[in-house]
């Protein structure tokens, strides 16, 4: 180990581990430094259930999906994605329910036979405009970082800009009424899960 690195990268995770690696192929002297006896951060696999002990599971981040593809080609890596279909499961207390996946006809039809075609509607609304955003501000993550404003200013169309400066600024219940879904219980889901992943 060099005792005098050019840089000394303060955590294992997965951010500190990308940072190494861009630094040393820069070509400098890189020393990480993880006080924990695993790397990964929120990114490792780990075994927490004694009652299933090879049951790998994620205990941070569960999303590739926020990594820029951007960033994969710059590190020159492969990584084997699987997708999640479907990819979430809203239980109720009673037989209703939702399972999020690729088959719209299905979603539709639950959505309308558990909820109402308002709710269906209301989705499809909520989906295409975040749509829309995450399209707007994927090449916001590889660049230094704006104020709201700016950032609403320089990379999103104008007919979204105060849109997403509102859903920054304000909470996520206020930004769902604007689609005027009629269950409490679908906009409850879409404010406490993964509904705005990559946003």
Same mark, same amino acid.
């Given at each position: ?13 997965h951010n500190g581990l990308v940072s190494a690696l861009l630094l040393a192929r820069h070509g400098l002297d890189v020393l990480v430094v993880e006080e924990k006896n695993v ?14 002990? #090879? ?20 590190? *020159?890596?492969?990584?084997?994605? +699987? ?35 308002? *709710? ?42 105060? +849109?997403?400066? #509102?859903?920054?600024? #304000? ?8 689609? *005027? ?19």
């Amino acid at each position: 180990m060099n005792n005098n690195p050019d840089v000394i990268v303060i955590g294992a995770g997965h951010n500190g581990l990308v940072s190494a690696l861009l630094l040393a192929r820069h070509g400098l002297d890189v020393l990480v430094v993880e006080e924990k006896n695993v790397i990964g951060g929120a990114c490792r696999t780990e075994k927490p259930f004694q009652t299933a002990p #090879n049951l790998g599971t994620s205990t941070g981040a569960y999303l590739l999906g926020l990594m820029p593809p951007e960033l994969i080609k710059i590190l *020159d890596i492969d990584i084997p994605l +699987i997708r999640r279909d479907p990819h979430y499961f809203l239980p109720t207390t009673d037989a209703r329910y939702l399972l999020f996946g690729s088959n719209r006809q299905s979603m539709q039809q639950q959505f309308i036979s558990f909820f109402s075609e308002a *709710d269906w509607k209301a989705n499809e609304a909520l989906q295409n405009e975040l749509e829309q955003l995450r399209e707007d501000i994927a090449p916001t993550w590889l660049e230094s970082p704006l104020s709201i404003e700016e950032t609403a200013e320089k990379y999103l169309r104008p007919t979204l800009r105060q +849109i997403f400066i #509102n859903l920054c600024r #304000n909470s996520v219940g206020e930004y769902l009424e604007r689609f *005027d879904f009629k269950s409490d219980l679908v906009k409850a889901m879409y404010a406490v899960t993964d509904g705005f992943s990559g946003l």
